[in-house]
């Protein structure tokens, strides 16, 4: 990676940035709306602990502002692509449930999928400036096993709602993690990505 | 022998003077002043139904030797009530802090415990020197959606009591007032305030992590805010400013993102820019309490206009009343 960016790159990350900065405030915000909706129309308590969800990518992060621009980046766009498939998978159930009165809730989940949708877009755009490869999504790239991974055991519906709450809660932290990302990105250096190279894939 | 002896307010304390037998002759004093015998059971000092004033040395001596032969420090005070605990991050990312106090003073010595659990892990809360009742702690994680359990202790002689707070990190996030706020008029600008401020030095990275403002200003004599809410940067000039009334103005600070508004800044009072006075107005003049002040009149940006408060004399009633009108006629063509 070259040290030092053409104005023409850094003009564009920091266009790249601020609208980034601006989907993740707007998704955060009906990720916040649609929480407060699944929460009322799946009968749940607001403020019930849920455990770790397998497969649903934790915001937590430590040493935080140590991290790489690239890292950033690489953290992000895993974790949204993840929760494509999440949230896809959550929308599925809810047509398998569906009722009048969950109508809404499908339209916004839906609303929502379009946006992570749109904001993984963006990071690619991002990691494509940065001169780094756009890693192919799991799955393409995974050996697969001898036997294959066994499918999940299919929950009961308490435990989809449940899910369904980790996720969206998680989803909430990373829209505000993702705009301190893109921040921190925006922020003229002449390095961005102090890492050498792309990290290899895990 | 001497120790100190605790004992709730209200209680009925029984001393004994050491070893000696119930029925020895002793004398009994309280910080070196002599205790009637009515208060004594043989050798022993009873105290019915203690009240905080009764702390103090209890002495007591043998007979007619004098001996000191047993000697007493009473504390008189109360089990801690249920203590008050507060968290709060005012320098997110790097952390937060917890205060406490007690409701009622226990009038004894009292220690404090916190323990801070974050999901499984216990984290350790430093305690601050100044003030004592405060410890901070370090983010290890940012981002996390697991909450925080802080769980405050305070012990003493007589009993001990505990609270427990729970939240999760972006909850608690509450900045400082934004500081050194400053109001000017504009020069030539009757209706204009320039407004500006710095963030909070105690906000540690206001560039990746900035702050949204909101700003509230009112003439003296009225009651009612204005409210403006400032996306970004450290300025704002009002427009709308009645001309030659004094303003009050604050400024209040919150994470673009998260948390809550700070506290309000400290006041700043100023008056708009107004034209030097091009002929005197004796009734605007007389006094500081009585006032006619309209836009077109030349009065100096100290005047008030009509106050409550303000009583002269029927003069100053009527002015107050012609004043009154004028304002609402200029009000009515500035909508």
């Known amino acids: 990676m070259a040290a030092a960016e053409s104005p023409s790159a850094a003009l564009r990350r920091r266009d790249l940035c601020s609208r980034g900065i601006r989907l993740a405030g707007k998704m955060r915000a009906d990720v916040v709306d649609l929480l407060d909706a699944y929460v009322e129309q799946q009968g749940l308590d607001a403020s019930a602990s849920v455990a770790a969800v397998e497969g649903v990518p934790l915001a937590a992060v430590e040493r935080w502002d140590e991290q790489t621009g690239t890292q950033r980046l690489l953290e992000n766009l895993a974790a949204y692509r993840a929760f494509r498939a999440l949230l896809a998978q959550m929308l599925e159930e809810q047509r398998e449930q569906l009722g009048e009165a969950d109508a809404g809730l499908g339209r916004a989940l839906a609303a929502v999928l379009l946006q992570v949708s749109a904001f993984a877009y963006h990071l690619e755009e991002l990691l494509r400036l940065e001169s780094r490869g756009v890693p192919g999504e799991e799955g393409d790239e995974e050996e697969e096993e001898e036997d294959g991974p066994p499918p999940p055991p299919r929950l009961s519906l308490f435990e989809q709602k449940l899910r369904g709450l980790g996720v969206l809660r998680e989803l909430a932290q990373w829209a505000v993690r993702s705009v301190r990302d893109l921040r921190q990105l925006a922020k003229p250096s002449p390095a961005t990505g102090a890492a050498p190279g792309l990290a290899e894939s895990p | ?335």
């Open chain 2, 1 to 335: 022998e001497s120790h100190t002896q605790y004992e709730r307010v209200g209680a009925d304390v029984t001393m004994k003077c050491g070893s000696m037998d119930w029925d020895a002759a002793v004398t009994w004093t309280a910080n070196g002043t002599d205790i009637d015998e009515s208060h004594l059971n043989g050798s022993y000092l009873v105290l019915k139904n203690v009240d905080l004033s009764q702390s103090g040395q209890y002495s007591c001596y043998e007979g007619s030797s004098w001996h000191l032969k047993y000697q007493t420090n009473l504390r008189v005070g109360m089990p801690p009530k249920e203590p008050v605990l507060m968290c709060r991050s005012n320098n997110y990312p790097k952390g937060f802090y917890c205060s406490w106090h007690l409701p009622t003073p226990t009038y004894i010595p009292n220690s404090f415990n916190i323990s801070v659990i974050h999901g499984t892990k216990d984290m350790v809360c430093e305690k601050d020197a100044v003030p004592k009742n405060r410890c901070h702690i370090r983010y290890l994680q940012l981002f996390s959606t697991v909450k925080y359990k802080v769980t405050l202790t305070v012990t003493n002689p007589l009993g001990k009591n505990f609270t427990t707070l729970t939240f999760d990190e972006f909850a608690i996030v509450k900045p400082d007032p934004p500081e050194s706020v400053v109001a000017k008029p504009v020069p030539n600008n009757p209706r204009r305030l320039e407004v500006s401020w710095q963030n909070p030095s105690s906000w540690p990275d206001p560039e990746s992590f900035p702050l949204k403002f909101f700003l509230r200003y009112r003439p003296l004599i009225l009651d009612q805010w204005q409210h403006v809410e400032l996306s970004d940067g450290t300025s704002h000039t009002i427009t709308d400013a009645y001309a030659g009334k004094e303003y009050i103005i604050q400024v209040a600070a919150k994470d673009n993102d998260i948390g809550t508004w700070s506290d309000w800044s400290v006041a700043v009072h100023a008056t708009p820019w107004t034209e030097e006075p091009k002929h005197l107005t004796t009734e605007a003049q007389i006094t500081e309490t009585t006032s006619a002040s309209t836009s077109s009149f030349m009065a100096p940006p100290t005047t008030k206009i009509c106050d409550k408060g303000a009583v002269v004399g029927s003069g100053a009633m009527a002015v107050c009343w012609t004043a009154g009108l004028v304002m609402a006629a200029y009000s009515v063509l500035f909508i």
